[in-house]
């Protein structure tokens, strides 16, 4: 079914629901980076160091340091789409941005890793997606089997995201160090419509597998507090028998791609912050003799973080 194009209103578009907590949440990150001044910057050498070992040193202190706490803020543009069908009823192809008038996307991501050598680390890591919004319809839309509109319809697709990862030193030069990871990463995602004294969940998540994932990771130092990140990784699986029914085999496919280039900046000798560009793409189709259902989601966003480690 084609989708049906929108008349929105800015001024009566509600706000969305995350939207207070993430500006909050995203205004203390930026504050926290902003208020270490120069001089908390210091990176104080031992006695007898010489100036020319401080980078040295610098990476003794991040060896002997097993422990990494990050956490990162993201606000970003979406773009994708969902269609969920049920039975006979073929869903709506709608747009989250166009159609759905999700315009802005944020997250929150917090990890934990353990440097188990200096080569070797697990890391496990948390994202919350904010994704959330509103739109007017003024033809009828199908979701789920149900009929929406004409009126106002609110969504809201907000997901979060586990992740496991094994980390391996690959590559350490002067001017560049290469870390690969291996690992694996599980979506939770309710897709929900709301109007005209309706709801309407579709719950994604009941038919979602664990995805292996591989990433790549590249650091080139630009002096003894600067330095640029670049990292990219994806997996994913075909399709495949979920271990699900639902009027019949439910089969899955799945796919995921995160890539990013970004600046950091070392604090103190265990504190660095990073900011730059983000990219996340998400893929997930479900299907079986009474689902169709699909959800894509291409964000790009500017990020900022900070890594500590103890």
């Keep these: 079914m084609r989708a049906v194009r929108q008349q929105r209103s800015e001024g009566s578009r509600p706000r969305p629901v995350g939207a207070p907590h993430l500006a909050a949440a995203f205004a203390l990150l930026l504050a926290v980076v902003a208020s270490a001044g120069p001089g908390d910057a210091q990176l104080v050498p031992s006695a007898g160091t010489a100036p020319s070992q401080l980078g040295s040193e610098a990476a003794l202190v991040t060896s002997d340091s097993p422990w990494e706490v990050s956490l990162d803020g993201r606000i970003g543009l979406p773009r994708g789409y969902v269609k969920v069908g049920e039975n006979e009823v073929h869903g709506t192809h709608l747009r989250l941005h166009q159609d759905l008038g999700i315009d802005v996307s944020g997250a929150l991501e917090a990890g934990l890793a353990f440097h188990v050598t200096p080569r070797d680390a697990i890391r496990a890591s948390y994202l919350y997606y904010f994704l959330d919004g509103g739109a007017g319809f003024s033809q009828p839309i199908a979701f789920n089997g149900e009929t929406f509109g004409p009126g106002h ?82 997996g994913g699986i075909p399709p495949v028998d979920s271990l699900r029914k639902e009027g019949g085999t439910i089969y899955l496919s799945q796919a995921h791609a995160d890539a990013g280039v970004s ?20 893929f997930q189709h479900e299907k079986s003799h009474e689902d169709n259902n699909t959800f894509q989601l291409i964000d790009n966003g500017f990020q900022v973080g900070l890594r500590f480690r103890f």
Excluded at 212 to 228: E, M, N, Q, S, T
Excluded at 268 to 273: G, S, W
Aim: charged residues 25%; without cysteine.
């Design 263 to 282: 600046v950091t900046y070392r604090i103190t000798r265990v504190l660095d912050a990073e900011a730059g560009y983000r990219l996340t793409y998400f």
């Design 153 to 234: 319809v609110d969504t809201n697709t907000d997901f979060f995201r586990v992740s496991l990862d094994y980390e391996r030193q690959l590559l350490k030069r002067d001017e560049v160090t290469l870390t690969g990871t291996v690992g694996l990463t599980y979506v939770y995602l309710d897709v929900t419509l709301t109007g005209q004294g309706r709801r309407s969940p579709e719950d994604f998540y009941r038919q979602e597998l664990p995805v292996p994932i591989l990433g790549l990771r590249a650091d080139f130092p630009l002096g003894d507090r600067f330095g640029v990140r670049a990292f990219v990784a994806g």
